[in-house]
């Protein structure tokens, strides 16, 4: 029996082609927050004299991230943005209007543009009084004033004119300036939109630019929670690239800014994002304290959705170490949870992770009816991306069952979505998943052309996780051609991204794949000796089917080298790890023990 190669990772996939084309993505539909920023950004570049654009925000930093990218952007055409702090200067807003267009030239052959900040720090007044009209308490004399001058103001500014308003600060102009109020030509709302700022950037540096920017201005600002709600982001692009042992660095930070002004419900988004970038290291132990300490807290906070999505971390912590049944127990719970408060989406990612679970006890046709209720919820409420995921996931689960061309005709539904929703992670995984499935036709050169798309796509957007497992699996595909020397070229690349970014998980299945090879060779001393490190690693993190499989392959080149007293020892610890998770290898294991044991 030859020794089992063995695969990085799963990943969602497309259909059988003529010839295989190029990676071309659709142009990405905008996001709302994409929407308003470039509607923003086009109202300002018209030189057209005064035009007034009030824009709404509900954190100063999300203000000045979104004016400090305006500034650069605009002035790619030649466009000058100057900002107007009122609270630096003096006199009504006309004035200082006039003061700073006076005090900020525009350079020649530029036109001009102006944003004026902080008008209400020029406010006093409190929320009730705005609210039900009383005067007590408040002055409005700035906005009083600036009605008074409306008239002026197409002389004095003849160029467009953006104020950025709080909420409160939007309604005092309203009530006490309506004739300035209804000159608006254009308004821009980034409270609702800016919930979905990182979705500016498609390739995730260029988030953890934006976010760094962002950052940095709500720590100068003192806005501690703008700080935290940026840290997250931070981290979550640097997973999305791969890098999650500097995403914790960030999520960290956000857990004791959370934890300084008792923010719960802050601290318990740091311990669960803790939690899966502790996972994506291959850290599974660490993952779950993170993700107990996040449903400890959702659960004195009475916070039924976030304790769902806390109970569905632990479920995947517990599928990793190979534990399907008490992932299966979370699932459940976290599924009930969901559906009691109705929320779809929760419920539709519970059904999916179940189906998950069943694929890996081997129960593919009650994980396609999961992945099935999955798919219909995530329609229904049109989560395009969770639709796409759903048919990743049965593509995966078909593919187990050997039905290979139905599972490609599932990855390619996936393909299609991700390339239209501009999910170029997903469109990676898919990629990668075709290659899996020709892989397992014997169309290895077909394989090869999918696996290095996913490779071109991993490094455009600085995926460095998808690249390595990605180089994991082109070695996978040259090994089964009997290009070893290509296959360890590739693993050895694989190795050092992975080892690089602290995925330990992927460091020990790429020395198995490393030892298979060597074997492969006839150099069975350098595959026992990278065997025993796949082994090691796989103790150190609760990789259970990784810990068997460097077992079992150990046990088979032991075998080769006459000594089958100690290769049955390695086989039966490997059959009872692959009995305890319930997994189908154990058969062919099984099989080989009582060859051994009948000779």
Request: proline content about 2%; glycine content about 10%.
């Amino acid at each position: 029996m030859s020794v089992k190669q063995q695969n990085l990772k799963k990943l969602p996939a497309k259909k059988p082609e003529a010839s295989l084309p190029s990676v071309v993505s659709k142009r990405p539909k905008l996001t709302p927050a994409q929407r308003e920023f470039v509607g923003l950004r086009l109202f300002l570049s018209q030189e057209n004299g005064f035009r007034l654009a009030l824009a709404s925000f509900d954190r100063p930093s999300t203000r000045d991230g979104l004016t400090a990218r305006l500034v650069d952007d605009l002035a790619q055409s030649n466009v000058f943005l100057s900002v107007l702090d009122v609270t630096t200067g003096e006199g009504s807003l006309l004035l200082q209007i006039e003061e700073h267009l006076a005090d900020k030239s525009t350079p020649d052959g530029w036109r001009r543009a102006v944003a004026v900040i902080n008008i209400e720090e020029k406010l006093t007044y409190s929320e009730l009084s705005i609210r039900t009209g009383e005067s007590e308490g408040r002055d409005l004399s700035f906005l009083e004033e600036a009605n008074l001058h409306r008239d002026a103001f197409l002389g004095a500014c003849p160029h467009p004119l953006l104020i950025w308003l709080t909420e409160q600060a939007e309604t005092a102009l309203a009530k006490t300036a309506p004739d300035l109020w209804h000159w608006r030509n254009a308004r821009f709302d980034f409270e609702r939109a800016g919930l979905l700022l990182d979705d500016f950037r498609t390739h995730p540096a260029e988030r953890v630019a934006w976010f760094e920017r962002i950052a940095h201005a709500s720590h100068r600002l003192g806005d501690k929670n703008g700080e935290i709600a940026d840290l997250i982001s931070l981290g979550n692009a640097k997973v999305e690239m791969g890098k999650a042992r500097e995403a914790c660095e960030f999520f960290k930070k956000a857990l004791v800014l959370a934890r300084s002004i008792g923010h719960r419900h802050a601290e318990n988004s740091a311990l669960g994002n803790l939690g899966i970038a502790y996972a994506n290291l291959g850290d599974i132990h660490k993952a779950v304290l993170y993700y107990e300490q996040q449903f400890k807290i959702v659960q004195e906070l009475g916070d039924l959705r976030s304790a769902g999505n806390a109970l569905g971390n632990l479920g995947n912590a517990y599928l990793s170490m190979g534990d399907a049944h008490k992932a299966i127990e979370f699932y459940r719970q976290g599924k009930e949870m969901h559906r009691k408060i109705g929320d779809r989406r929760g419920e539709g990612r519970d059904l999916g992770n179940l189906g998950n679970a069943y694929t890996h006890l081997g129960e593919l046709r009650k994980a396609i009816e999961c992945q099935r209720q999955a798919l219909v919820i995530d329609r229904e409420i049109g989560d395009r991306r969770g639709e796409s995921q759903d048919l990743g996931n049965l593509g995966n689960t078909y593919a187990d069952l050997g039905e290979l061309y139905k599972a490609i005709e599932l990855y390619e539904q996936h393909l299609k979505i991700v390339r239209e929703i501009g999910d170029r992670l997903g469109e990676g995984n898919a990629l990668g998943n075709l290659g899996n499935a020709y892989a397992r036709l014997g169309e290895l050169r077909k394989a090869i052309e999918f696996y290095e798309q996913g490779i071109k796509v991993a490094r455009e957007i600085g995926n460095r996780l998808g690249e390595g497992n990605a180089l994991g699996n082109l070695g996978n595909a040259y090994a089964r051609l009997g290009e070893q020397r290509k296959a360890i070229e590739l693993y050895e690349q694989s190795l050092k991204i992975v080892h690089e970014i602290g995925n330990r998980r992927g460091e020990g299945n790429t020395l198995g794949n490393l030892g298979v090879a060597y074997k492969n060779l006839g150099e069975l001393l350098k595959a026992i000796e990278l065997f025993d490190q796949q082994l090691k690693i796989a103790r150190d993190i609760g990789d259970r089917r990784s810990e068997a499989n460097a077992l079992f392959n150990s046990a088979l080149v032991r075998e080769e080298l006459g000594e089958r007293a100690n290769a049955v020892p390695l086989a039966e610890s490997a059959l009872k790890i692959l009995e305890a998770i319930e997994d189908p290898n154990a058969t062919m294991v099984h099989k080989q023990l009582s060859e051994w044991r009948g000779k």
